[in-house]
C-alpha cells in the first residue's frame, strides 16, 4: 500500500483558529501550529496535503504557509456537519486513496528517533490496513477522546487489532466495554490523534451520508464498523499528545516543545527561578 497523501481537518467550530496559533518550535523558530503539523506529515516523506478548513478562514490559512504552500490544498467544508463530513468534503483530493491524517488541533512530541506519523505509514504499509495511533488513557480523561476495544497481536506487542470503536464513552461504559487485557485498572486505549485510513473509510462514510442526508456524520461509528469488515489495526504510543482546544493545552505544548529543543536548559532555569520567586511570594504574605 502506497501512502502518497494527507488530510489534516481544521474546519471545527472549536479548532478553526488553533492551527494559526504560534509556537516556537525545538529548532528555536516561531511556526505556527498548522506549520508544525505540515513538518510531521513531510517527515514522512508525503508531499500532497490537504486541509480542510471553513471557507472563511482560507486566506488566514494561506498566509501562513511559507515555505509549505506548494504542496497544499485547501478544501473548504461549505455546511460543516461532522467530523465524518469533514473527511468526506476531501474525497475529491482523495481520489480513493489511503492517507494519513492528522486533526488540527493536537501537536506531538515523539520520545523515540522515529515521528508517531512515520511509524504509523509504516505499520499501515506493512499490514495493508488502517492503522491509528492510540493511547493508554486514565479514565477520567476518556470523555475528550474515542477509544478502543482491542486485544494484542501478541503477548508482548504494542500493536493491537481493534475490536470497537466508542466516541467520548463514560467510565461506566468503558468498563463495561473497553478494558484491555492485562491494563491497569482505570485505563484505557484512546485515538492519538494520527491516522492512516484506507479508502474503506470514506466508502463507509459515503453511504452513511447517503442514507441519512439530514444527520451529522461523526466518524467513530464508521470506525466501529471498519473494525468489524476489515483488519484495523492500533500503535500504543507513550509518546506526548497535546489537545491545544483543551485549558492550558497551547502552554503545555509550547513547554513540551521548548524541553525538546535547544532552549531546555534555559526554560528548565526559568521555571526554577518562577517557582522559587512565588514561594518566597507565599512566604513574605504570610
Known amino acids: 500500500m502506497n501512502i502518497n497523501k494527507a488530510l489534516i481537518t481544521a474546519a471545527g467550530p ?9 509556537l516556537i518550535d525545538p529548532n528555536r523558530e516561531k511556526k505556527t501550529v498548522l506549520e508544525i503539523l505540515i513538518d510531521e506529515i513531510s517527515a514522512t516523506g508525503i508531499e500532497e496535503i490537504g486541509v480542510v478548513v471553513h ?40 481520489n480513493n486513496e489511503p492517507f494519513l491524517h492528522l486533526v488540527g ?3 506531538y512530541i515523539n520520545r523515540s528517533g522515529e515521528n508517531v506519523a512515520q511509524q504509523v505509514v509504516n505499520l499501515a504499509q506493512k499490514y495493508n490496513c488502517s492503522v491509528s495511533a492510540v493511547q493508554s488513557t ?23 487489532q481493534l475490536t470497537e470503536v466508542y466516541e467520548k464513552p463514560t467510565p461506566t461504559y468503558a468498563e463495561q466495554h473497553l478494558m484491555i487485557p492485562g491494563f491497569r485498572a482505570g485505563y484505557y486505549l484512546c485515538f492519538f490523534g494520527v491516522h ?10 459515503e453511504k452513511k451520508a447517503r442514507e441519512f442526508p439530514t444527520q451529522k456524520l461523526g466518524l467513530s461509528d464508521t470506525l466501529h464498523h ?10 500504543e504510543k507513550n509518546d506526548l499528545r497535546y489537545d491545544i482546544g483543551l485549558d492550558y493545552g497551547l502552554l503545555k505544548a509550547q513547554l513540551a516543545l521548548s524541553l525538546k529543543g535547544k532552549d531546555r536548559e534555559y526554560i528548565l532555569s526559568e521555571l526554577v527561578q ?3 520567586e512565588k514561594e518566597m511570594t507565599n512566604k513574605g504574605g504570610n
Open 14 to 22: 472549536d479548532q478553526r483558529k488553533l492551527p494559526l496559533q504560534t
Open 55 to 94: 471557507p472563511d478562514d482560507v486566506n488566514s490559512f494561506q498566509q501562513v504557509l511559507g515555505n509549505s504552500r506548494n504542496k497544499v490544498v485547501f478544501i473548504p467544508q461549505n455546511n460543516p456537519k461532522g467530523y465524518g463530513h469533514a473527511l468526506l468534503s476531501a474525497a475529491s483530493f482523495l
Open 105 to 107: 488541533d493536537h501537536l
Open 138 to 160: 486514565r479514565e477520567n480523561m476518556i470523555g475528550n477522546y474515542g477509544t478502543v476495544g482491542a486485544r494484542r497481536l501478541n503477548a508482548q506487542s504494542n500493536i493491537f
Open 196 to 205: 492512516v485510513f484506507t479508502p474503506l473509510v470514506l466508502e463507509l462514510l
Open 226 to 235: 471498519v473494525a468489524e469488515k476489515s483488519k484495523y489495526l492500533a500503535i
Open 274 to 276: 518562577f517557582f522559587v
